[in-house]
């Protein structure tokens, strides 16, 4: 056999739902790569001769080797903090009072349309340091801090850039529909309809997203108002997804499931009707335990009715500087488990296999098989509940993005 690399002292948790046990686990395993390509995954001892004079041959050292870890759901490029929020909800201010008072999104909207793009490309590139020291090989980042168009066209174009000149692969989403422009604040109405003749348009001018998604909760946007974006966006040919069901039950999730969206995002407030409906379109669950953190919410998103009706469940850092300023993936595991009672195996599943659905791309990565994109990482633990189990010593060692090793 004639390959590029072989992958030996291996164990590896594949997440191949063809594989028994829960993280298709394959014990003193070996894995052969071709450019970009798995080509061969199994049991070591029955790897195929080749030779080993003139191919590569990389030691786990007895590691685990998991798919490379993919964040669905980020909103990295803001300027400015909001520590200020922090110490309000602190002494009693809730999420919804404090957007009322003119903080909240609109807040980070004003100092991120004040940043250069320099600036914006210089703050994602750290975050997203930290994100691929933890694992990840994928990333999704929304706009959403802008609210007009140049300020949205700059974050979308400088997420476009990091995905270039980073070995992480970034996905975007246009959210111009994060909440209502402070322009349009008595007039709703008609900033969506900017959204959708002004933005729209020159966003996928620049094939700058390759999805929409919308803020459909009081104190954004109404289903009737989400109804008309998420058209407008499918119609443009852009995948669709929704935060949904934050901070009540609008029925969002049932209104995206219908028209066909990759995921419904946060979910505190859905219902089994809700469930039902995302379970028949095949839409992904995504949650969101840091904000659920960070907000001190105590309504927990539906898992019993989820694993019921057997919707995929995709867990995300939802890192933006206001509900969840948790910048790693990694103690996204370990809290989906503490807060949400998923088990290690879902957890692992909602940041791989189940994440690439959720944007679209689980063809190529997510899942460790024949034929699958050789993105993958390396961890030192001994068995791969340890990801979710233990946070701050971080066992991550190397990760191979497209059949390269990346070097930290």
């Known amino acids: 056999m004639e390959w590029d690399q072989v992958w030996i002292d291996i164990n590896i948790a594949s997440m191949d739902p063809a594989l028994s046990g829960g993280y298709g686990e394959i014990t003193d395993a070996a894995m052969a790569i071709i450019n970009d390509k798995i080509v061969w995954i199994g049991p070591r001892d029955q790897l195929p001769a080749f030779d080993v004079l003139s191919t590569p041959v990389y030691r786990g050292g007895g590691g685990w080797i998991t798919p490379g870890l993919i964040d669905a759901h980020t909103h990295l490029l803001f300027a400015g903090n909001r520590a200020n929020e ?31 793009d320099a600036d914006l490309f210089e703050l ?14 994928t990333i999704e980042i929304k706009s959403g801090y802008g609210l007009e168009l140049d300020t949205e066209l700059k974050i979308l174009r400088v997420a476009r850039e990091l995905g270039k000149h980073h070995h992480v692969d970034v996905k975007t989403t246009f959210l ?38 919308v803020f459909c909760e009081n104190i954004a946007f109404s289903p009737e108002q989400t109804a008309k974006l998420l058209r407008a966006a499918k119609t443009a040919g852009l995948d669709i997804k929704l935060h949904a069901e934050q901070l009540s039950n609008l029925g969002g999730s049932q ?38 953190y960070f907000l001190r919410e105590t309504k927990l998103p539906p898992i019993e009715l989820l694993r019921q009706y057997q919707v995929p469940m995709v867990i995300a850092s939802d890192y933006n500087p206001g509900s969840s300023p948790i910048c790693s993936t990694l103690l996204m595991l370990n809290m989906a488990c503490t807060l949400f009672r998923l088990t290690p195996a879902e957890a692992l599943a909602g940041v791989t296999r189940h994440a690439a659905k ?32 233990s946070y701050g010593t971080n066992p991550f060692k190397h990760a191979v993005k497209a059949g390269k090793l990346i070097h930290q």
């Open 86 to 116: 922090f110490e309000m909800r602190l002494q009693g201010a809730s999420y919804q009072d404090i957007a009322k008072a003119g903080g909240g999104i609109l807040a980070t909207v004003k100092a991120t349309r004040a940043a250069s």
């Open 124 to 137: 994602g590139r750290k975050r997203l340091n930290a994100l691929a020291k933890e694992g990840v090989t």
């Open 176 to 213: 111009g529909a994060h909440a209502v422009a402070p322009e349009y604040q008595h007039d709703s109405d008609a900033y969506v309809d900017a959204i959708i003749n002004e933005m729209l348009p020159a966003v996928m001018a620049e094939n700058l997203a390759d999805a929409f998604d």
């Open 255 to 292: 209104l995206a499931a219908s028209l066909g969206a990759k995921s419904v995002d946060h979910l505190e407030y859905l219902d089994e009707a809700g469930v039902k409906a995302i379970a028949a379109s095949g839409t992904c669950a995504t949650l969101l335990p840091g904000a659920f």
């Open 358 to 389: 959720a944007l679209g791309i689980e063809d190529k990565v997510g899942v460790l098989a024949v034929g699958m994109q050789a993105d993958f990482c390396l961890w030192d633990i001994t068995h791969p509940a340890e990801l979710a189990y």
